[in-house]
């Protein structure tokens, strides 16, 4: 009589502590396609910048809180989603003179190494574009989290970094002196868990 | 406009025709009495030649392995016809070998052009390949077909004429080719087939030095597979229309017809202006056609369907 007791207490210590426990060190998001947002923004003759968005966006990460060294981050980006508000410019940079959608339909970044920095993490990793791939570290800014709708945890991060499209053959020679080479990048994103 | 189109543009125009007209001549010697095999050797080369030389001056060499349409054009299905029309040139009498070889260039050139597309790989998971393999297999082989009995017609009428109406005519078709890739949203197709059409009139305009009856066949086969990849990857990785790309493909054919009219056997003097105005009508409606897409205005995007609703947005912290 007294050991079961003594076990149903330890029992009801357990639950009772572990109903109390902090949340997991590692959480894994999906992103949320409808809040998330990849801008671009690149020089047209040298006058005024002509800015661009892809809508069609996936991917997952893993924030570990404990240790963020182990955080990951996977975005996948279909590049004939590409939309610059001017559908026949659209069709042509999908066009081999450009993204060449059909042949590469797809963009990826991959993390290789994340770095716990103020305000959000600085992130290393592989972004593949038209077939190359280069290695490209940025901050990642953000983290906060929210419940929304009711049941759907959320947290959100952005990053702005530069690249040059000459660098993953984007836009050949002909259009060096019509588009600038630097492409400013936004990707702003939110990511759910249940 | 921008600099360096201006230079593809221009360099696309000169340099092409300079250099296969030399080439022709200089195989061509002497121009009195040029030996045929080595004529067809000039034809085929200053062909080539000539095409890559006009695309080399706005555009570096692609890599190996080609990774895009163009590197399959430029690095394996070029210089496979090329490769074959120089065989054909010493196997002159051996016609079912020559034939074969075509047929196998025709059998394989849009595959090689679509290979790793979307169309064909599994891009986002298994079976989401645009076409499934029976699809391909019917599109391919059709497209194969066309590309071959065009070939062979072709080959025919000018086995029947010493005439310069085909070569003629494919200059025209692929400048209506270039001129609606141009105007189309995928322009390296439009310049490659320039400077392949600038290419074939630097091989007629010296030919006209050589002596009278000179042998031209040896341009049908680059000229007509450089026709039918140009207006393929126009149609395929670009926007050009296939409406467009069957008149510009099929336009040369036109010469058949005053062979087909009993009459038109007896144009004797006319029946290469009549050869030349019937092919340019088809390349005129495709420019055309060019010219209405061009002009025709975009029209408004959907509006989209998933947005939240706003009473998620009211309720929102509540």
Known sequence: MQKTVIRASVAALLTLFSAAAPSRAADTYSIDPMHTAIVFKISHIGLSSTFGTFKQVSGKFTIDSDSPSHSKFELTIKTDSIDTFNAQRDAHLKTPDFFNTKQFPVMTFKSTGVKAIDDGFEVTGDFTLHGTTKSVTFPLKGGKKAEFPAGIHRTGYTAEFTLKRSEFGVGSAKFADALGDDVAITVSFEGTRK | ?318
């Open chain 2, 1 to 318: 406009m921008p600099q360096q189109f201006l230079i593809a543009l221009v360099g696309g125009l000169v340099v092409p025709f300079v250099t296969a007209a030399a080439i022709v001549l200089i195989c061509g010697w002497p121009w009195r009495s040029p030996r045929p095999v080595l004529t067809s050797i000039g034809v085929i080369v200053g062909t080539g030649i000539g095409l890559y030389s006009g695309y080399l001056v706005a555009e570096p060499f692609p890599p190996w392995p080609p990774t895009d349409d163009a590197g399959r054009f430029l690095l394996l299905v070029f210089p496979a016809v090329l490769m074959v029309e120089l065989a054909a040139a010493f196997l002159r009498r051996q016609l079912v070998v020559t034939w074969l070889l075509r047929g196998l260039i025709a059998a394989g050139a849009g595959r090689v052009l679509l290979h790793d597309s979307t169309y064909l790989k599994d891009a986002f998971g298994d079976g989401t390949a645009e076409w499934s393999p029976a699809t391909a297999l019917l599109i391919l082989s059709g497209l194969a077909a066309a590309l071959w009995v065009v070939w062979l017609l072709l080959d025919w009428l000018m086995r029947r004429s010493v005439e310069r109406a085909v070569p003629i005519a494919l200059i025209l078709a692929l400048l209506g080719s270039s001129a609606v890739g141009l105007m189309s949203s995928y322009v390296s197709p439009g310049l490659l087939a320039m400077n392949l059409a600038l290419s074939l009139s630097g091989v007629v305009a010296a030919s006209s030095v050589l002596a009278r009856g000179t042998d031209l066949r040896a341009l049908l086969g680059p000229g007509l597979v450089g026709l039918f990849s140009t207006l393929f990857v126009g149609h395929f990785f670009g926007n050009l229309s296939a409406s467009s790309a069957i008149l510009l493909f099929a336009a040369p054919l036109a010469c058949w017809i005053p062979e087909l009219v009993p009459a038109g056997r007896n144009w004797t003097r006319l029946r290469m202006s009549i050869r030349i105005a019937l092919v340019s009508i088809p390349v005129a409606f495709a420019v055309a056609q060019g010219v209405q897409a061009l002009l025709t205005p975009e029209q408004p995007a959907a509006v989209d369907a998933d947005a939240p609703s706003a009473e998620d947005y009211a309720n929102f912290g509540r």
